[in-house]
């Protein structure tokens, strides 16, 4: 898929090479090579439903593609709630500035800085709402917002401006409020067309949508958003972009404003049932967005413009942004003495200085701000840290050459640590790394697995427990089993829903459900209020059984492994934590389950099912019989295997590989190198 990707790419850049020498002077008009040229290769590439739709704000130009077709927003439906706010504003039925005090039941998982970093009780305003709504996509402060101005309000809202099919279905991470039952199961959060977005757009640039101050506070709520990795990822450094993304595993949405040479570009790209449903940086729906951001940026700017000669933006002291990193690079590339600023892309004191010694060397006028004719004198920009050398430097250098790779010992791997034990024994037989500590990921879930699973061995009705999942399971960031606040089932079942989809959620139900029947002694946890808390309890018994199994390079700081300081493990300890996990038959049961259904019954008596499917790509292989895996930005790809060749049994340890491919690669070939060393 992104070889296809790169071909397409490469088919836009080679028909914009083809546009600017055949009419290097005029801007595009009926008569130059149409938008669709540039788009329809992406289109056509990307494996996916796409819908389209482009204007440029002074010229009027559009494109569509598909652009009345309804299609879900995911979070890009919190522009639409903005808007609603500001209206009510204006008609004195909002205070944006009234402060909202966030209470525990409030927090919802997923994207923001609400659940995982602020405490209950702090205050915020609605208006600083609006803001961690829309630069950070917040879920958490989403909800604070609508529920002050109503769901059904936005709705209306959008009906009265003439978009019908911009709707907000509920709350996010909360079905249950939901306004229109099927349209929740079509569209999930909410809905719309990529027509309607940017006519939403338009109407906020054109000041329709709030006066002056309301039009202005909304566009830089806009600005704030921190999305990089779809319309504006291949743009010119400083491009500037009133913009709001959305994203769930089938869907990447974004629309919004760019602000570029030529004048303001309205557009919307939407992309649903995609295939590629990974969370990488190249993930096919991000990159489809940003392929067609720069095609369309490209398309409406291609009059030959000059890095730092159009593009780039007016900066001043206050400024911030990529731009002005940029700004920094360069300037300490080109003074001499160089002013060593530091690259934070925050335009101070330091840095206003350094722009006045550069106008002062090149007689420019020393007003400490920077405009095109100091972008043009400044080129070439530097761009990224370190400065990339000369053409001439790089062509000339003679690169010395290491060493042939040695024949024998075991194969190249890209995962930071491994180790290898027998499945029998559990001794540790070969190992890179590992005794050295890491960050684990969703691997700590063996841990909560294996208590509980020990417990069963003791009482197997501890299996037919019922567990009522807590909101603060609910509430719970990150991978999930799916189960709500309330909603009950047995321990059983929920073991599959923490090992198989990684739930989060799950783990921490579990500890809670367990906590009480073990000793309130930990010094790790930081999610629980005091001693008597049974999450705090179970932790402190995940720590306990480390130390008992000889896990010394081990702290357990949570049941689920998201990245938290100080929550590390090494290689050759989490050998020791499967081995022991493997003799319980509980255990072995569910890390070899592929797929497994459920019921849940809801508080009011309702009934629910649920699917989960393993994480763990070996399994289907034969020979493979568990256990788990785990990935966070910190930790990496990581993965725990069990394999069998006959009546030999092997465990694999990695940590830290470079992608979900890789662990399974470096997996793979560990195991088929290990059953050569034992003459299989």
Known sequence: MQKKNGLATFGVVLLFGIFQIASATDPPSSTAIPLDRYLQPLIDDHQGVVAIAVKHLETNETFAHQADRVMPTASMIKFPIMVEAYHQAAEGRLDLDAMIQLQETDKVPGSGLLTPHFSPGMQLSIRDAIRLMIAFSDNTATNLVIDRVGIRNICDRMKQLGLTETRLNSKTFRRDTSMDAKRSVLYGLGSTTPAETVRLFELLHTGKLGDEAATRAMIEHLKACQEDKKLTRFL????????????VAAVRCEGGILYSPSGPIALCVMTAENQDQSWSAENAGDRFCADAGLAIYQYFNSKGTTAGESYEPFLAR???????????????????????????????PATEEAVIRFQKTNAMEPDGRVGPAMWKKLLPLVTRDPPVPDPEVINGRLLPAEPADALDGPPFVTCKAWAIGDGETGALLWGQNEEKPFDFASTTKIMPSYLVCRLAEEDPTVLDETVVFSQRADNTPGTTAGVRAGERLPVRELLYGMMLPSGNDASVALAEHFGERFDAESEHSSHAPGPSDPLDRFLAEMNRTAKMLGMSHTTFNNTHGLTEKGHVASCHDLLRLVHAAMQLECFRTIVRTREHGTRVIGPSGYQRDLYWKTTNRLLPIQGYDGVKTGTTDAAGACLVASGRRGDDHLLIVLLGASSSDGRYSDARNLFRWAWKQRDF
Do not use: C, I, Y
């Open 236 to 247: 010119p450094p400083g491009t500037q972009a009133a913009h709001k993304g959305g994203s």
């Open 318 to 348: 206050g400024a911030f942004g990529e731009a002005v990193a940029t700004l920094q690079r360069t300037l300490n590339a080109r003074l001499d003495p160089s002013p060593n600023l530091g690259v934070d892309g925050d335009f101070g």
